[in-house]
Every structure is written in C-alpha cells, then in structure tokens.
C-alpha cells in the first residue's frame, strides 16, 4: 500500500505557480521512486500576504501554514535568481531563512526547505524545450526564426525573449487570424507537459533535482 507524502510549494509570483506546479509534482514523483517504499506525492501550493514582509518572514509564515493546514514534510521555496549563477541569492536570501527555520518548533514550523532557483527567471526552464514552446504558441517558424537558439541560462531577460517569439509567429497573420495569444497563457500548459529530460540540461534544475534528493535523504525517504 502507498502511503502519502505531503510537500509544499511557495513561489516568487502567481504566474510562478502556474508553470512551476506541474514540474515540481512531476519532479518529486520521479524522484519519489527512488525513495524507500511505494510513496503517492500530494503536492500544495501555499499562499502567504506578503506585504511588510521580507523573504525570510515570507518562508516562516509559508512553513507554518503549510505544516498547520496541510502536514507538510517538505516545502520547495521559489525565488529567482536574477543572476547567472544561484550564489547570490543562496547567501542574502536562503541562508539567513535556513537560519530562522532550524530554530523553529517543528510541531507548528515544516522546517525543511528545498530551493528552486531558476537562473535569471523562471522563463528560462520554459525555453528549454523549444519544440513544445513553438507547439504552443503555434507555430511552424524555426527556432532560429523566432530567436530561440540561444543557451536559455546565458539569456538575462528570457520572458522577452518569449515574448518576441510569440510576436514574429503571429506577425505575418491577419488580424482576424489572431488570437492575441499572450505569455500568461504558456505558463500552464508548458508546466504541465514540458519534459524533465530536457530540463535535466539546465544546470539549475539539476541542483533542484539534486536539493530535493536530499531533503528526502535528511527525512530517511531515500538512501543511496
């Protein structure tokens, strides 16, 4: 019999969740069956007023309110990284909130966090698979076309860099074959069936994956 394992996700924005949901519960699942016994991902999105509140506060009211109203083991922590490594943000941002959560009561706190750190943005991890980028804005164009050939962690803005592409694919249409497709659209769709194998190309994605294996190591999920 599979028994449940309750993990968390906080992100960055709204439109963070959207893609990020699908790769993050796919992502566990996958690495769920390493794990020792048959383990069923039940994965919650957790939403906090930030107002007032700086990055540490956010991730203690996140952790507290995901181990009160859900059970959580685990809480994946989204933030990205503006940069072109994840170092930055490791140091002013999850160091001083692992800090805070080792300190924390573990009956009211989960006091377990795996970063998520897109390098630049999120959008990069969507530029990855070019094939299902162009399949859903709808397009036959090149990648070369549409400036997707580049490298998507050495890309500083990648959500224009989509934006773009969607602008030269409907170009050439008439208005009335427009649909006004806009980037809000993809995040869903794409976080849903993007593949984790292409993904697995980003370094930022292997150090989630690598996080995330072993946060389940510290709560003796998986052993090598």
């Known amino acids: ?32 069956f390493e ?16 107002t007032g509140l ?7 009211c996140a952790a507290h309110i995901g181990c009160v109203e ?8 989204h933030t990205d990284a503006d940069d072109s490594t994840d170092q930055t943000v490791l140091q002013s941002k999850f160091t001083p909130a692992h800090f805070i959560m080792n300190e924390v009561d573990e ?3 989960c006091k377990l966090i795996t970063p998520i750190i897109p390098v630049h943005m999120t959008e990069a991890w969507m530029l990855a698979d070019t094939d299902l980028l ?27 860099v989509i934006e773009e592409a969607i602008r030269i694919a409907y ?6 074959r427009r649909n006004d497709l806009t980037i809000s659209e993809l995040y869903l769709p794409m976080g849903r069936k993007i593949s984790l194998d292409i993904l697995e190309h980003l370094d930022s994605f292997r150090l989630f ?15 090598d």
Do not use: W
């Open 1 to 32: 019999m599979s028994r449940l394992f309750y993990a968390g996700l906080f992100t960055e924005g709204t439109t963070d969740i959207r893609f990020l949901e699908g790769v993050v519960k796919r992502t566990l699942t996958e690495v769920a």
């Open 35 to 50: 794990c020792v016994g048959d383990i069923e991902i039940a994965l919650h999105i957790i939403t906090v007023q930030k």
């Open 54 to 60: 700086n990055f540490t506060e956010q991730v203690k």
């Open 70 to 77: 859900f059970g959580i083991s685990l809480l994946c922590v």
């Open 107 to 109: 009956r009211e706190y």
């Open 134 to 160: 162009r399949k859903e804005i709808g397009t036959t164009r090149a990648v070369n076309e549409l400036g997707l050939y580049r490298d998507p962690e050495s890309i500083a803005d990648p959500k224009t």
């Open 171 to 176: 170009s050439e249409r008439t208005r009335r």
């Open 209 to 223: 994956k690598s996080r995330l294996r072993e946060s389940l190591r510290q709560l003796n999920l998986l052993h």
